[in-house]
């Protein structure tokens, strides 16, 4: 019997019995369908908090942490292969005031390499960045946290009495400095924690530059960045104040190594990590999602196989009811000659028919669930839990990558065959006989 000749055999037994075919093939469906939206919830909750962290932080940069970081260990790092920049941050520890005007603001002071700032993409708002030890660049909230006294203290008068909610407190603008910022001259001075008090040795320095704001709004950047020659003449000012017997530090190092790109940030963090630092990157907290969800996502695929194994049931039944009504035709096929194989073989074909038809449809209407589900699942929680501009946010509920379709497939039509297996046995071993003699 020809290939086309199997394909007729099995077409013509499918449309003797319509309603059973396509409640098997509904089951199955549903089946694949529950497996590939179940998975790609998994699958799409991992894109968002990848795209959530890669947003938020420079995806190149690698953290050190190290009790004695220096200028010579920064230099050190800067040797090591695909290293763009090295910025090592040093920020005061102590009581700070800086003074503008009228207004003061305690903001904390931080000295770097600039020329390494610049490497790594230190992203300027207005201005430039520091050419000399008494130019800083302020943070894009600096102007916000610099405050008067007297206005502070009328605007709290001006309160007093008002019932406001929490929302409308939290609104409130407090008087700060609006005037422009760049060219200005601002007094800076450190001091004691213990007394909360500035040492009276003022340093004049002048703003060039307003850093980017961060990409969040929810972060603030109140500090002033100034150049490491800085470091010296603050340096001399908390010796000639400090207690004798004090041995803390004025300034606390924070190391940031910057990779040429992503892929070797993973060699720059385990080479740091063989010299005995203690580090951070991207790359591991990715790492660290990734063996999570690959955990989640094969959980989800089990579930969903099991909604399958459940669809196989009827894909049996189907079968093993083919097997049955065509007890006299399989007979006349093993009287004509037909091997045993053969006739296995057509019923295996019209399990696999099912599982197919079954899992195309599954496919199709997966996609447009999810498509359906990341356009309308945003405006629904939105309206739910009444947040404004929620279904703007970039959430992502379901995706379905090829490998989750290829996955899903193989698993519905092995099922479809498995399930088809035993019926199709059952009809090599039908007696030809007694087949014969069945009535038609």
Known sequence: MQFKDQIDFVSQHIKKNKLRVFMTILAATMGTSFLIILASVGFGIQDTLKKEILDNRLVTQVEVYSADLDVEKADKMKTLDHV????????????????????????????????????????????????????????SDFAGNLMNEDEVERFQNEQEGKELSEEEQAELEWPHYEGELLGKEITYKIGSYETIESYKEPVKLTIVGIAKAPSKDFISDTKLYADASLMSELEAIYDRHKPEESEESLFNPNLNIYADELQYVKGITDSLKDEGYSVYSISEELEQIDVFFLALKAGLIFVGTIAILISSIGIFNTMTMAVTERTREI??????????????????????????????????????????????????????????????????????????????????????????????????????????????
């Open 84 to 139: 763009k920049a090295v910025v090592l941050r040093q920020e005061v520890n102590g009581f700070q005031e800086t003074t503008l005007d009228k207004y003061t603001t305690s903001s904390a002071l931080v000295v770097s390499d600039f020329g390494e700032e610049q490497k790594a993409g230190f992203a300027l708002d207005k201005g430039r960045l520091p050419k000399s030890k008494y130019e800083v660049v302020v943070g």
């Open 331 to 440: 007979g006349v096929m093993k009287a004509l000659g037909a091997k045993p194989k053969l006739i296995q073989r057509l019923f295996l074909l019209e399990s696999a028919w099912i599982g197919i038809i079954g899992t195309v449809i599954a496919v199709i209407l997966s996609y447009a669930i999810s498509i359906l589900a990341n356009y309308l699942l945003p405006i629904i929680v939105g309206a739910a839990l009444g947040e404004e501009g929620f279904g703007d946010l970039e959430v992502t509920f379901s995706i379905i990558p090829w490998q989750l379709v290829v996955i899903a497939s193989a698993i519905s039509i092995s099922v479809a065959m498995i399930s088809g297996w035993r019926p199709a046995r059952k009809a090599t071993r039908i007696d030809v006989i007694d087949a014969l003699r069945r009535e038609l």
